[in-house]
């Protein structure tokens, strides 16, 4: 088999776009396919803000990555002459004996984070907006804030043909045949010969790698609300990035960010309906928007009881553990994966991308991948 590319990453979301980055910087000739157009709305990667935090709720085995991601972001901006990351600090809220909190304080204190223990009364006294139960405690990260997904996936796309990446849109990748010495990509406009080939298609890789590991595709809502009294007091400077454990759910919230969508984002991170991404119902139905407003008038009054103003269907690719998916996918060692984001892999995207980027090139990570490498769930077997 003769390679017409070095590389070939199958999907363009976040964590194929910085593959793209990483691994076409680096000097390879490589091939990016995805099967919608840039920066699209139809899968993970759009919302108009992800959270991006340190003092970490699912634990301190993500703090070497994520610190690398807070670098990489930097990185980003300098090469871009864009602003990507917004900080307005975070607070992670639930009860002290929750599973959020404790989780979120372990990390902190192992990496020596800047952070604070917040009781009730603080919570409400730093943040006024936020009307916390008694029993309510809260994680503050000073370093915490969000960036904005549609620009980052446009940002990275964009360095990634500065260094001479083949970037093709609408175009979908039908079949993955691994051979002796590389892979061959068939998709509905053409054939690709590559020596290796990333699949970071999020919801629609396990179509492409059945065998691979378990993984659900949920679907998810993300709302807009207007305060009541308006949102003055939700803008960055003065309304942080939020997560909070409650009433059998996990609610998360970000400050008024660009306007883009209009008004201040509220969702709900637990749960979810098991759905197919080619068949998905993008209705928000009234009913998901009264469960998210019940949410938030106990926790959130003004923004609970203010005007629902717009919605938006987000897909998560959750794995039984919700851990990444980051390493080979098939016996050979051509076929590799970044996947499996269960809904906050986006804060780590450049360090995913690097990451991959450096598999593809010395079979190895600089920093620790382990936790998230495929074999966990048992061997995969190779694509024929």
Not at 191 to 205: F, K, L, M, N, T
């Amino acid at each position: 088999m003769t390679a017409e590319y070095d590389v070939a990453v199958v999907g363009l979301g976040a964590l194929g776009s910085a593959a793209c980055h990483s691994l076409a910087a680096a000097g390879l000739r490589v091939l990016g396919v995805e099967r919608y157009g840039p920066a699209h709305d139809l899968g993970a990667s759009h919302g108009e803000s992800r959270g991006v935090w340190q003092a970490y709720f699912m634990g301190p085995r993500y703090l070497p990555l994520l610190q690398r991601a807070y670098t990489l972001w930097s990185e980003l901006e300098e090469k871009s002459g864009e602003r990507l990351f917004h900080r307005t600090g975070g607070v992670c809220l639930g009860p002290a004996d929750g599973e959020l909190l404790p989780a979120a304080r372990a990390s902190a204190e192992q990496f020596g984070l800047e952070h604070e223990y917040l009781d009730a009364d603080e919570i409400h006294e730093r943040f006024p907006q936020f009307t916390p139960a008694a029993d309510c405690a809260a994680i503050y990260d000073p370093g915490s804030g969000y960036v904005q997904p549609e620009q980052t996936v446009r940002v990275q796309l964009q360095l990634a043909e500065k260094h001479s990446a083949d970037l093709r849109y609408h175009e979908s990748v039908v079949e993955i045949v691994e051979g002796a010495r590389g892979v061959r990509l068939r998709t509905d406009r053409g054939v690709y010969d590559a020596d290796r080939v990333v699949v970071a298609s999020g919801c629609w890789a396990p179509a492409l790698l059945p065998d691979l590991a378990p993984v659900q595709v949920l679907r998810k809502v993300m709302l807009w609300f207007e305060p009541e009294g308006g949102a003055q007091d939700f803008q960055p400077e003065r309304f942080p990035y939020w997560i909070w454990e409650g009433d059998g759910m996990i609610g998360y919230g970000h400050p008024a960010a660009s306007g883009l969508y209009g008004g201040v984002k509220a969702g709900v991170h637990s749960g979810g309906t098991p759905t197919d991404p080619d068949t998905v119902d993008r209705f928000v139905a009234q009913g998901e928007v009264a469960e998210i407003q019940e949410f938030l008038r106990h926790r959130i009054p003004r923004l609970g009881g203010g005007r629902y103003r717009k919605s938006a269907v987000c897909l998560y690719d959750n794995t039984p553990d919700l851990g990444f998916l980051i390493g080979q996918a098939s016996e050979k060692g051509n076929v590799l994966v970044a996947g499996g984001t269960s809904g906050h892999a986006f804060k780590f995207a450049p360090a995913i991308g690097e990451a991959v980027a450096e598999l593809v090139q010395y079979g190895r990570a600089t920093h620790d991948i382990s936790a998230f490498d495929p074999a966990r769930f048992g061997s995969s077997s190779p694509q024929r």
